[in-house]
């Protein structure tokens, strides 16, 4: 069998009065996409953060490409691209200069930095902007750099922490298909997202986390027939004979303070049209979003 | 607990990342340097001469004038080191998240540190060469001995950039380093025999002003200005250094304290 890219224990992050992460076990494999599914606060930049050495890991067992981190830290970053979660590009350089520089901390020597800057640059079709400053970029630019700066070094594993959060459905499409691409040249990606149409698309496998432990993981096509079923009703209003019908006919369900939504086969969603739904009722496809909610709950976070 | 294994070359890495960026607007960062030293030497020369006679200092006897111009270069050196690892280095830890970025990298926490520390020296160093420059051939420092304080300046640029690490390792925000400037670098800067001589100064605060790094490094300066060596040199390079690496010890425990959650 081959190693796993990342391979994860029993992993747990405690600050002083705080568990950030609870007992997480999962294993990423080579050429891979999996993605991490949560709420703001779920913990899943703690887990990135351990990841590539930046957190020290308070208990369990956390090993990448096989390596140790606490020991081989040095080796495991020389692997990884990270694009962080805010563009921590550095404004006092150009986009050039950006790419130059960190394979300068890679000890790339110049040469190949130069060779690799000018191929990322026009991956990311960024080349007219060269001598552009950082601040000068828009969102969808500014991330396209921060992406190619996370594969100077050409990573066997990168991680990208929301990497289209922000972005204009033209600049998230346009990413998508560079992160397509890069996973058909058999770079295994790590993905945290809030946005389920991007982990349906991109991800093999995902985990959806929250409050520090996996409530389920798996491919988003099983996580929906398991946890959402077929389709899902909608229905305005909390009207009490359909939630008896519901407790009664044993369906997954929540009851939010003006709708009841409906995780139905397609039997059960037939007999909700005909007997339930007077007026408005929404019939639509489960989606892995329904399995979000339902999973994480439907109330606003503070 | 600081390991070996955290320190490489690589730091050498980010150092450069800094000399890139001065470099980008080096016209600027030569300006200040070169005139400044003209415009006090101006103003001290043709203002204060009349006021202020001669100032005796190590069996010599100097003008006013000859008597701070090395006291400029020194007093440069703590303010550029200072701020470029105080406020500086502040803005890009903590609003440019530059460190964020590079912790990313194969460079650890405290090569990072170490490189911020030793570039503020050399910014500090460069800015005293250019200083240097101007007052030789303006007669006030001798040549070349008086080259020597580039060297003086690296070291002393270091104790003023790790202590200024130091406190960018404590406050808690950009504004707190208002107290600092205040309770120490600015006590220091007026009593470190920069404007007159500590001897004037009662016995006690002559000994209080050889704790300032300062006053070492406006010696070391002075006397090869003078085109001398001699004196208490040893004992203020062995100060500087020490002090220096104190606080680059306690800017690391700091800054990992403050970094690494």
């Known amino acids: ?302 | 607990m600081i390991a070996a294994s955290s320190f490489s070359w690589r730091f050498l890495r980010v150092w450069q990342r800094n000399v890139i960026v001065y470099r980008r607007i080096w016209k600027v960062n030569f300006l200040v340097p070169l005139f400044e030293p003209a415009f006090y030497i101006l103003a001290f020369g043709l203002g204060f001469r009349h006021m202020i006679g001669d100032v005796s200092y190590a069996g010599a006897t100097l003008s006013y004038t000859e008597f701070i111009a090395p006291a400029l270069v020194a007093t440069s050196v703590m303010w550029n080191a200072f701020f470029e690892t105080t406020y500086s280095s502040f803005v890009r830890m903590y609003y440019q998240k530059t460190f964020d970025a590079m912790l990313a990298t194969p460079l650890s926490l405290e090569e990072i540190i170490v490189a911020e520390i030793a570039w503020s020296a050399t910014k500090a160093a460069a800015a005293a060469l250019l200083m240097l420059v101007v007052l030789m051939l303006l007669g006030y420092v001798a040549f070349p001995l008086g080259f020597l304080s580039v060297i003086w300046a690296f070291l002393g640029g270091l104790a003023f950039g790790a202590i200024g690490m130091y406190f960018t390792g404590i406050v808690p925000t950009i504004d707190l380093f208002n107290l600092p400037i205040f309770l120490f670098i600015t006590p220091m800067f007026l009593f470190s025999g920069t404007f007159f001589p500590v001897s004037g100064l009662p016995g006690w605060a002559q000994d209080l002003s050889l704790a300032f790094p300062l006053y070492h490094l406006v010696e070391l300066t002075r006397l090869v200005s003078l085109g001398r060596n001699e004196g208490m040199v040893l004992f203020s390079i062995a100060y500087l250094l020490l002090f220096s690496l104190l606080f680059i010890f306690l800017s690391l425990h700091y800054m990992r304290k403050k970094l690494i959650k």
């Open chain 1, 1 to 302: 069998m081959m190693t796993p890219i990342i391979d994860a224990v029993d992993l747990l992050k405690r600050y002083d009065h705080f568990t950030a992460v609870d007992g997480v076990s999962f294993h990423v494999n080579p050429g891979e996409c999996y993605g991490f599914l949560g709420p703001n606060g779920a913990g899943k930049t703690t887990i990135i953060r351990m990841i590539y050495g930046f957190s020290p890991v308070t208990s369990g067992s956390l090993r990448v490409f096989g390596l140790d981190l606490r020991e081989q830290w040095r080796e495991i970053r020389a692997r990884i691209g990270v694009c962080q979660q805010h563009n921590a590009l550095d404004p006092d350089l150009s986009v050039e200069e950006n790419l130059l520089v960190f394979a300068g901390y890679f000890l790339m020597d110049s040469g190949e930095a130069r060779a690799r800057t000018e191929e990322l640059l026009d991956f990311f079709a960024l080349a007219g902007k060269r001598n552009a400053k950082v601040m000068e970029l828009s969102g969808g630019l500014a991330r396209r750099l921060t992406v190619a700066r996370a594969l100077i070094n050409r990573p066997d594993l990168v991680i990208l922490d929301e990497p289209t959060t922000g972005l204009d459905p033209q600049s998230r499409h346009q990413l998508w298909d560079k992160l397509q691409e890069l996973r058909r040249s058999g770079i295994t990606l790590l993905l945290t997202t809030h946005y389920m149409e991007e982990a349906s698309r991109l991800c093999n496998r995902l985990m959806i986390i929250d409050h520090g432990k996996i409530l389920v993981e798996g491919s988003p096509e099983e996580l929906v027939v398991q946890h959402a079923g077929d389709s899902v009703v909608e229905v305005e209003g909390v009207d009490e004979s359909l939630k008896q019908f519901l407790l009664r006919e044993k369906v997954r369900h929540d009851i939010t303070d003006r709708r009841i939504v409906i995780y139905a086969n397609n039997s059960v969603s037939e007999q909700i049209r005909s007997r339930f739904c007077t007026s408005r009722c929404t019939f639509r496809t489960a989606g892995l979003e329904d399995v979000f909610l339902h999973l994480t709950g439907r109330e606003l976070r503070e």
